[in-house]
């Protein structure tokens, strides 16, 4: 029984670390949290729907139609550069949601035992501003929020911040604004980017508006494979099928949605592995057409491809 409770413990915590190679990129998934439940932010993914989707389970719907969701961080470690994508929710942090509020969770120890400490980390790269993309940005020392990667640049889309920083008025966006991205501007350690801009040879941004007005996406090259890292223009692969399902929290539904579409049927034709920022464990895989919609087929991690 002891060695059975063990192994459990190993392959949770292996779970929480999972490494894919792109050619000569290699790319790791620090998770934060994963849980089964609601999914909020689309609100037609109830169990009723969900469970007329077999092809979700095991992974992202249980047998009653529970979706499955993840918040985690993406690493890409290149010749060049160690890139960090969307630093997820945070600790310490005082949110509305309850599920998010004042979270306690070892991400940055998990990151560690990934092999990076956060001196290494030489890029910061958020797709979007929001709060659960955002967290890790800060830690919190001596009562103030301070650089978590201390020797990153961090970098955020000159669109989307323009945005945003008009929002700092609603409290939803007011607190993550202000513990999570002001302390980086004023630290001197943002530099705001371009859409489509090019962050080292094998990795550029892409842009995929509509859930936010400078949201983009990751496009990772090399030796002939190709990735992406998708943001929340998409938040769960049930919007393969459901192409209209929109995300409560899109600025733009209806450009949310053709930007869906869009990418969907590249990622498809072009057999690029995709990286949902949202997708539960395993969270990578190729998109697979079928009939009038898509479906997903999961990658696991280190896998040859």
């Not at 120890?109 to 501003?129: P, S």
């Not at 892409?206 to 990735?227: D, F, W």
Request: glycine letters at 4%.
């Amino acid at each position: 029984m002891r060695l059975m409770k063990y192994l459990i413990l190993v392959k949770k915590m292996t779970e929480k670390i999972s490494s894919w190679n792109i050619g000569k990129v290699k790319v790791t998934r620090i998770v934060e949290v994963e849980r089964t439940g609601p999914m909020f932010v689309v609100p037609d993914a109830i169990p009723e729907n969900i469970i007329k989707m077999p092809w979700l389970k095991p992974y992202f719907a249980d047998e009653e139609g529970n979706t499955i969701v993840s918040v985690h961080a993406l690493v890409i470690e290149t010749s060049e550069k160690c890139i960090i994508v969307d630093t997820c929710l945070g600790n310490d942090k005082e949110r509305h949601i309850p599920a998010w509020n004042n979270l306690q969770t070892k991400f940055l120890e998990d990151l560690e035992r990934a092999g990076y400490k956060t001196t290494d980390i030489d890029i910061v790269l958020c797709t979007h501003l929001h709060t659960d993309h955002v967290g890790w940005n800060t830690v919190l020392i001596n009562d103030k929020w301070e650089p978590t990667f201390k020797k990153a640049d961090y970098l955020f889309g000159k669109d989307e911040w323009n945005y945003t920083e008009k929002q700092i008025k609603i409290p939803a966006y007011a607190e993550f604004i202000n513990d999570s991205i002001i302390p980086i501007i004023e630290s001197g350690l943002v530099k705001f980017v371009e859409v489509d801009e090019k962050i080292c040879e094998e990795v550029k941004l892409e842009p995929t508006i509509g859930h936010t007005p400078g949201h983009v996406s990751i496009k990772i090259e090399s030796e002939g494979k190709k990735a992406s890292i998708t943001g929340d223009f998409l938040h769960h692969p049930c919007q393969m099928e459901k192409l209209d399902w929109i995300s409560s929290a899109d600025w733009n539904p209806e450009l949310a949605k053709e930007t869906r579409k869009k990418k969907l049927l590249e990622y498809a034709n072009e057999e690029i592995l995709v990286f949902g920022t949202h997708f539960a464990t395993p969270s990578a895989g190729f998109v697979r057409k079928k009939d009038d919609h898509f479906i997903f087929e999961v990658q696991h991690p280190l896998e040859k491809r």
